[in-house]
């Protein structure tokens, strides 16, 4: 599976879960008795918004580690390259 793929199935997985949660939240509204949530309804959108927000951090948090990783080595690559002597 490509990058790319495994990104935008992550990304809309999320997306759907936030949608889910949201639906079942306004339709706890909804159902009698009237303007009352049950706490399973409760549960499970608060399940969705962690997942949801497990999928973004974890994907940033990767990104920017990544980011760093490769930083650090382009400064060290940089600096080797610096010290060899020059034929």
Known sequence: MEKNTKESIQILSAVAM?????ALAVAGFIVPPTGQIHESVLGIFAECLIYAGSIFGVT?????KYTELRSYLDNKLKEEEQKKPKD
């Open 18 to 22: 936030l949608i889910g949660g949201f």
């Open 60 to 64: 940033i948090y990767i990104q920017t």
